[in-house]
């Protein structure tokens, strides 16, 4: 296999290991779901029981995306994880299960995740 098949297989597997450790822990609490692009950071508070999206937030809503203009991609992931944390909190959510998917735990998925734990998530 070449190099980019191998990495497509690694995120593939991670992906699944995650997907199982989330189905045991998820039955009562909401997913806090990360999703990493080149440019941009996406999170979402989802109730899979009832199938929708309860809080979202990411660096292309117009009001995070004005204030991330300055800041690199990890700050900004940071201010992305407070600014889904407060709307969690403000909801009535304070524990979720966190699916970071197939992505590694370190850099913008780390920062996101310290930035939601610091507005009041527990996870």
Request: proline fraction near 0%; glycine fraction near 10%.
């Amino acid at each position: 296999m070449g190099r980019v098949q191998d990495k497509h297989e690694g995120l593939k597997k991670r992906k699944a290991r995650v997907g199982r450790k989330i189905k045991k822990a998820a039955g009562s609490r909401l997913r806090l779901n990360v999703v990493r692009s080149n440019k941009h950071i996406y999170a979402n508070v989802v109730d899979d029981i009832a199938g929708k999206t309860v809080v979202s937030a990411s660096t292309i809503v117009t009001d995070i995306k004005t204030e991330v203009a300055e800041l690199d991609k990890t700050a900004a992931a940071k201010l992305v994880g407070e600014r889904v944390g407060a709307l969690a909190i403000k909801n009535g959510i304070s524990e979720v299960v966190f699916d970071r998917g197939g992505n590694l735990y370190h850099g913008r998925v780390k920062a996101l995740a310290d930035g939601a734990r610091e507005a009041g998530l527990k996870f």
